[in-house]
């Protein structure tokens, strides 16, 4: 989990950071380091959620000090069924998300680069026929 961590969040500093208008750059890279620490209270909070709910009416909860008596099969169920809808809800706004392109010069900059290459091919041309 440490290894994915730490290659999510290079990978969301990016997308951040380069997705970002201009004036909002440093903000969107807070933004990303602040959702490591929000993701953390929730996953806190659903599991103190979920033991308590399971609890009521007098039911052994899913999750309790002896995990051989636990059913963290269920809790883990919960998560995987929670996974596929944050993958829809992901497919959702993937498919309505304008992706910002770099604005540059780069067409004008190869078309100079054509013209120097092919007026010094010229050149050794001349030269090499001389």
């Known amino acids: 989990m440490g290894t994915a961590d730490a290659f999510l969040e290079v990978a969301k500093i990016e997308f951040f950071y380069d997705q970002a208008p201009e004036s909002m750059k440093s903000l969107g890279t807070s933004y990303s380091m602040t959702t490591l620490g929000v993701g953390n209270f929730l996953s806190s909070?659903?599991?103190?959620t979920v033991s308590d709910k399971t609890k009521r009416h007098g039911r052994k909860g899913w999750i309790l000090n002896n995990l051989n008596v636990s059913h963290l099969d269920y809790y883990y169920a919960f998560f995987a069924i929670l996974n596929v809808l944050n993958f829809v809800f992901f497919l959702v706004m993937a498919k309505f998300y304008v992706y910002k392109t770099e604005v540059s010069n780069?067409?004008?900059v190869l078309i100079e680069e054509l013209k120097n290459r092919s007026s010094f091919s010229g050149q050794a041309a001349i030269i090499t026929k001389n």
Do not use: A
Not at 45 to 48: Q, R, W
């Open 45 to 48: 909070f659903l599991l103190s």
């Open 106 to 108: 780069s067409i004008e």
